[in-house]
């Protein structure tokens, strides 16, 4: 694949050490969950990084498809992601699992359901995660 962007970050520290873009543009502090052992904290962590990415993109991928279908949706379609971890039930380590909630107020559910199928096959992050994690949608 020739990239049409690329992004740099480069984290210090791990999960509670700080991550930052090339550009300078993040510069984020992380810190560890309580519930995945750490003290809790101001930082961010990757979870809440990947939800902020997905569900952004999953808002472009749904608004390319609908401008392809001739669908107007409304200005304040919103996509709400919840990344969860876990245990690896298949193997070593951790997994995560991703739940996206689509409000596209005004549009007929029927057309929402069409037009997240559509989105779930071009958005670069549902490709990335395909057949790795579980991926569900609801609409509100």
């Keep these: 694949m020739k990239p049409i962007y690329s992004a740099t970050a480069t984290s210090t520290g791990g999960r509670d050490g700080r991550s930052i873009s090339s550009d300078n543009k993040l510069d984020l502090a992380l810190s560890t969950p309580k519930e995945l052992g750490g003290a809790g904290g101001e930082g961010t962590n990757p979870e809440q990084l990947f939800a902020a990415g997905y569900s952004a993109c999953f808002i472009g991928a749904f608004k390319l498809v609908a401008s ?12 709400t ?60």
């Design 68 to 79: 392809k279908q001739k669908v107007k949706i409304p200005n304040d379609v919103s996509v």
């Design 81 to 140: 992601a919840t990344i969860g971890i876990g245990e690896n039930t298949k193997g070593e380590g951790f997994t995560i699992s991703a739940d996206l909630e689509v409000d596209a107020p005004g549009l007929e559910k029927d057309v929402v359901e069409q037009l997240i199928e559509a989105a779930h096959k071009v958005c670069p992050y549902s490709n990335a995660t395909r057949g790795n994690i579980d991926v569900n949608f609801t609409i509100k």
